[in-house]
């Protein structure tokens, strides 16, 4: 069955009604238009800004049906009808803020340095209308700065390849949305893109990869196509300057200690055995990392920054120093000598001078480092600045020591996550972060003081590309999510809000559109979920909209032809009791959401009591234990409402509500040990007609691959209830990731037949 949800408009406040992202921190509205049908002249108060009069003159152009007759001059000069762009302004506006007051004859902006002035250009290029509008203007005053100094966004190149065309696009979305730091993340173990002219095997050799990892991680599967590419120095300056023209710095990322595979394909020397190795087609942390004792590795290192520096004129070099495993260093002798001469107690200190040698030598160009928040363990290097990606605890700790902080947490900040129901998005890395997730996040932490507080720069959006192939792809997980960061990051705290915001982006997708960027419309994506039924054996099915409203649905009925859908209003939950598939949109004027799908498949413990003799962990229980009985059967993609997680055994126990036939019995589990799942040591099972006394029915078998594995047992008997006893591995073993920890137990659907 197919169902249509009615989606309620949201109230829209004067400041919406503008439709500006992010939202200024000071906006009236006045009577009148500005009519942008009539000449106009765009009139510079000096020559250095002649730039961006260019800029705006060439927007405004592009932007109306029909030229006005646009002409640009250099002040003073005012006609009937003029736009006067002014740098700098009174010393009341704060860096990169500007104020801008729209007339009915006039526009004037001015600004407290050039990239306040793009900025208000920016504003004005939202607020223009499409070319089949009214060309004009709504008269306004707005008086606009950043909430923060550091509002960025990350692109990780390594993972999969991207032109220096799609950079540039990229970099063109940043500023639409007023972002002022573009992190471009240049190495990698799967490849080095960025030409190193003394060490022209980084890449010859690290740029290339002879495939690449398909699927899900959990299949563990490569292709034998080569795949590569990297940046020369004269396109890197190329888009360094793309990006300043653009008030945007870019900070270039060259990964140290760890994630060097790469660079160590192209020079062996540079580790700790010598080799071979080679560049990585898969995905992950690999042990073989730069060698700390080897002098000749920060000679290498210090001439790679210098032609970096060279490139990239903004003030931090980020470093990396992220995932950097010391199984190396703890056999090697040059490592340990190193040690011992320094008096280290530890690898982890051992990382922490590697660090802190390299930020010296940065130091003395000039420059500062910025690293991901390991660079903390052993020690933090005296000038370093902190990327806190672990949760907050990372940026809290460097800014109690007084260290600049930029945080991008995983769980708000990481755009290659889910961003709508997994189960209908493209196969991502994992986790869940929605749209309104993103725009919930405070980048100060609760925890500090005002004097702490202010050691936060801002933070960033990051999109890392293992499951990111295409350009387009990129835009759409990072778009809309980009936006709503923006807003956390310029507007103040006090005027954000997100039903508002909502409203604004609604109007701002019809404009993405005609720029042809791929945004995606997960936030209008139907959440198809399963609840018990008024009666056992049944399924409650709910269909909820993330920004509230109601929409349509439909069933179908096996064999799921879609000439056999019907297409009705949804307006409560449908209750289905037998195999059937539903599909779920949002559909108005103007917006039609994307279609979700759910199959639900029944047997004879589908939507029965169950009962557990221990609650699933907390991090993994959505859904409760009628997720092991709700039709669904958890596919390729690790969906976090088809499994149930625990670090114990469980007892399960379900009732199928009157003593029946027997044959098969199953039930699911995950086999993902780089996540540290591990399936179940056994599964013992039992049957009862009364519920109280059970009898030992067999042990369920299974060939254990990677991924989803069913526990099966096929005997034939009678029983009302039956009992799985799934027995926990206990710690993980050597060899494994996460060894000597609890391994996690994951568990799905349970099949009677």
């Known amino acids: 069955m197919r169902f249509v949800l009615p989606f309620l408009l949201l109230c829209t406040t004067a400041s919406a009604q503008v439709n500006l992202i992010p939202l200024p921190a000071n906006l009236d509205l006045q009577p009148g238009r500005f009519d942008l049908t009539k000449p106009v002249t765009i009139v510079v108060n000096s020559k250095e800004i002649m730039p961006e009069g260019e800029l705006l003159r060439k927007i405004l152009a592009d932007a109306l049906p029909v030229e006005p007759g646009l002409q640009l001059e250099q002040g003073p000069v005012f006609p009937e009808q003029f736009v006067y762009l002014a740098v700098p302004s009174d010393a009341e506006l704060p860096k990169e803020g500007y104020k801008l007051r729209i007339a009915t004859t006039s526009i004037t902006l001015s600004a407290a340095d050039r990239a306040g002035l793009y900025h208000g250009i920016s504003t004005l290029e939202q607020l223009l209308p499409g070319k089949e509008a009214q060309a004009s203007l709504p008269c306004l005053n707005i008086t606009d700065h950043p909430r923060f100094p550091w509002r960025g966004m990350h692109l990780d190149v390594c993972r999969h390849f991207f032109d220096v065309d799609f950079v540039k696009r990229y970099i063109d979305l940043l500023a639409r949305y007023k972002m002022n730091t573009f992190h471009w993340h240049l190495t990698e173990d799967q490849g080095w893109r960025i030409e190193i002219k003394k060490y022209p095997k980084l890449t010859e050799v690290g740029a290339w990869r002879s495939g690449s990892q398909v699927g899900p991680y959990s299949r563990r599967e490569y292709d034998s196509v080569p795949y590569g590419g990297f940046y020369t120095q004269e396109q890197i300056k190329e888009v360094v300057a793309y990006a300043a023209a653009r008030h945007i710095t870019v900070v270039p990322e060259i990964e140290m200690p760890g994630h060097a595979m790469a660079a160590l394909a192209s020079y062996p020397q540079l580790g700790c055995t010598g080799g071979p190795y080679e560049v990585q087609k898969g995905w992950g942390v690999f042990d073989d990392v730069f060698c700390a004792g080897n002098d000749s590795v920060f000679t290498v290192l210090e001439d790679v920054l210098t032609e970096v520096m060279a490139l990239f004129p903004g003030q931090y070099i980020h470093i990396g120093g992220d995932e950097c495993p ?32 390299i ?11 910025i690293g991901w928040d390991e660079i903390l363990e052993g020690g933090l290097a005296p000038n370093a600045a902190v990327m806190s990606w672990r949760g907050t605890e990372g940026g809290v700790a460097a800014a109690k020591e007084k260290h600049n902080v930029v945080m991008t947490p995983g769980s708000h900040c990481y755009f290659d996550h889910y961003q709508g129901d997994p189960a209908n998005e493209p196969l991502a890395i994992g986790g869940y972060t929605t749209v309104q997730k993103v725009y919930s996040y405070e980048p100060i932490p609760a925890e500090l003081k005002p004097e702490e507080a202010k050691y936060i720069l801002g933070a960033q959006g990051n999109v890392w590309t293992e499951y990111i192939l295409r350009p387009e792809n990129v835009e759409y997980m990072a778009v809309p999510r980009m936006l709503a960061l923006a807003e956390v990051l310029w507007t103040p705290k006090a005027k954000r809000d997100e039903k508002g915001f909502i409203v604004r982006l609604e109007n701002e997708l019809p ?62 939950p449908v209750i289905i009791n037998s195999d059937r598939e539903l599909h779920g949109w949002i559909q108005r004027e103007g917006l039609t959401g994307p279609i979700a799908k759910r199959r639900f498949l029944f047997n004879k413990a589908t939507a029965r009591p169950i009962t557990l003799s221990v609650q699933p962990n907390e991090r993994y229980n959505d859904g409760g234990a009628f997720t092991l009985v709700d039709g669904i059967t958890a596919q390729e993609k690790r969906v976090s409402t088809e499994w149930l997680g ?9 009732d199928l509500g009157s003593v029946q036939d027997v044959r098969t019995v199953s039930i699911g589990a995950l086999n993902e040990t780089y996540s540290w799942i591990h399936t179940p040591e056994r599964v013992d099972l039992s049957v009862s007609e009364d519920g109280k006394t059970f009898t030992p029915f067999g042990s369920a078998e299974v060939k254990a691959g990677v991924g989803r594995n069913a526990f099966t047992l096929e005997k034939a008997g009678k029983a009302r209830f039956v009992r799985f006893t799934v027995k926990h591995r206990g710690k993980i073993p050597e060899g494994y990731p996460g060894a000597g920890n609890p391994a996690w137990m994951f568990l799905d659907e349970i099949e009677v037949r």
């Open 326 to 357: 010391k199984e190396r260093w703890k056999t090697c002798a040059k490592c340990q000598a190193r040690m011992k001469s320094n008096g280290l107690k530890d690898e982890h200190e051992l990382q922490s001078y590697f660090i802190q040698r």
């Open 359 to 369: 930020e010296k030598f940065v130091n003395s160009k000039g420059r500062k480092i």
């Open 511 to 572: 404009k993405l559109d005609a720029m042809k960027v791929n945004a995606s419309k997960s936030l209008y994506q139907v959440s198809i979920r399963p609840k018990q039924g008024p009666k056992p054996g049944e399924i409650a099915v709910e269909m909820k909209l993330a920004t509230g409203g109601s929409f349509s649905m439909t069933e179908m009925a096996p064999p799921y032809d879609e000439r056999m859908a019907g297409l009705a209003v949804y307006s409560a």
């Open 646 to 654: 625990w670090r114990e055994g469980v007892t399960i126990t379900v």
